[in-house]
């Protein structure tokens, strides 16, 4: 299972849960996310979060 991680505040998107208050529906892979999305805690995109293997 992939995780993505922000490397500020370390908040981890899963796409098992998704982000349903903002509109991500569970399920939603990372690599579907906008391009514009922003870490939901601190504001780092998209493309600085890191992948993490669980």
């Known amino acids: 299972m992939l995780r993505y991680v922000c490397p500020d505040c370390h908040y981890t998107y899963d796409d098992v849960s998704g982000i349903p208050h903002q509109g991500i529906a569970p399920g939603t892979p990372f690599k579907d996310l906008p391009?514009?999305?922003?870490?939901?805690?601190?504001?780092v995109p998209k493309e600085?979060?890191?992948e993490f293997k669980l």
């Open 35 to 43: 391009d514009d999305w922003c870490c939901p805690e601190c504001g």
């Open 48 to 50: 600085e979060f890191r």
